[in-house]
């Protein structure tokens, strides 16, 4: 039931934009999106419910589509702080554990 | 306010021993949680805790173990500790048990040689 992420690594040059995509086997309730830099902990960036709006903060926005099961992560003329390794976690419906995919590993270049 | 704070955040153990790794949630966050991470299995879930029961279970063998105090604080065993224990297990508290993002705290790197 681990959820599936693609790509699993991005090359960008700054200004570009990028889409991560996650989807899952199972009837989702909500998918949460974390970025992590490397040698430090993972960092909530948001959470899209199902039955909710599209979540978006500056440049960086997700939607659910709920009929899939899948979620998609977009990054708007990307920046070099946007580096890392962005990770999507599932909760299924009636279990409230999340579950994360592997990972998309994004490098940033000037 | 402070963050999710775990202790120690590095460990050295020999195999066979056991190991003791506490985490300290944001104040107001009753649900605990906590992940083995890995370069090859990236972050595997452990178990969840709330209000001192344990919700959830992952796949791991029964030498893994937790409890969750009061206060919310948490602690994870691991009994007869084995080479691929060796690993960075992070603690993740949240305000309820669904619908709301994790903090993660900083980590424990355990080395087991």
């Known amino acids: 039931q681990q959820p599936v992420q693609s790509p699993q690594a991005v090359i960008l040059r700054e200004g570009e934009d990028a889409v991560i995509n996650c989807s899952s086997s199972?009837?989702?309730?909500?998918v949460h999106w974390y970025r992590q830099k490397h040698g430090e902990a993972p960092v909530f960036l948001m959470i899209?419910?199902?039955?909710?709006e599209q979540k978006g903060h500056d440049k960086i926005s997700a939607s659910f589509n709920e009929k899939k099961q899948q979620s998609s992560l977009y990054l708007t003329a990307s920046q070099l702080s946007y580096s890392g390794t962005y990770f999507c976690?599932?909760?299924?419906?009636?279990?409230?554990?999340?579950?994360f995919g592997k990972g998309t590993r994004l490098h940033i270049l000037p | 306010k402070a963050g999710v704070t775990q202790t120690p955040r590095y460990l050295i153990k020999t195999r066979g021993q056991q190991v003791t790794l506490s985490c300290s949630p944001i104040?107001?966050?009753?649900?605990v949680s906590w992940y083995q991470q890995t370069p090859g299995q990236g972050l595997q879930f452990l178990f969840e805790?709330?209000?001192?029961?344990?919700?959830n279970k992952g796949n791991f063998p029964g030498r893994f173990s937790g409890r969750q105090f009061s206060n919310s604080r948490s602690e994870m065993n691991v009994s007869t500790l084995e080479l691929g224990d060796s690993a960075l297990y992070l603690c993740?508290?949240?305000?309820?048990?669904?619908?709301?993002?994790?903090?993660f705290g900083s980590g424990t790197r355990l080395t087991v040689v």
């Open positions: 993740a508290s949240r305000v309820q048990r669904t619908s709301y993002g994790y903090t």
């Open positions: 199972k009837a989702l309730y909500s």
């Open positions: 899209l419910l199902k039955g909710g």
């Open positions: 976690g599932t909760e299924i419906v009636g279990d409230d554990k999340i579950i």
């Open positions: 104040s107001g966050h009753r649900s």
């Open positions: 805790y709330f209000s001192e029961t344990q919700r």
